[in-house]
Nanobody
Framework: VQLQASGGGLVQAGGSLRLSCAAS????????MGWFRQAPGKEREFVAA????????YYADSVKGRFTISRDNAKSTVYLQMNSLKLEDTAVYYC??????????????WGQGTQVTVSS
């Protein structure tokens, strides 16, 4: 499955941004999807994941209550709505996927990253 992330940009602290990740090449609805991020000088970390049907989601504690992951299987797209952004949310965000049999793992396939920069 090929993944194409978009929607990153520059936003002020407290603001919102929505990332999108379009998938192609396989049956999107058979894949769990996730978002990860990597800040400068840090390791890549998990942000959020959603099951193939959308019925299950889970989040990193650092974003719980501020970020929401969702998916539209008809559009083969997964979203990450980010609200109340903080400076520490600055990172390159990556979308990832894994076949539903791997759930809750979602990191078999990776897209390119999209930069999110939160300014004060």
């Amino acid at each position: 499955v090929q993944l194409q992330a978009s929607g990153g940009g520059l936003v002020q602290a407290g603001g919102s941004l929505r990332l999108s990740c379009a998938a192609s090449g396989r049956t999107f609805s058979s894949y769990g999807m996730g978002w990860f991020r990597q800040a400068p000088g840090k390791e890549r970390e998990f942000v959020a994941a959603i099951s193939y049907s959308g019925g299950s989601t889970y989040y990193a504690d650092s974003v719980k209550g501020r970020f929401t992951i969702s998916r539209d299987n008809a559009k083969s797209t997964v979203y990450l709505q980010m609200n109340s952004l903080k400076l520490e949310d600055t990172a390159v965000y990556y979308c990832a996927a894994a076949h539903r049999t791997s759930w809750p793992s979602v990191d078999d396939y990776w897209g390119q990253g999209t930069q999110v920069t939160v300014s004060s």
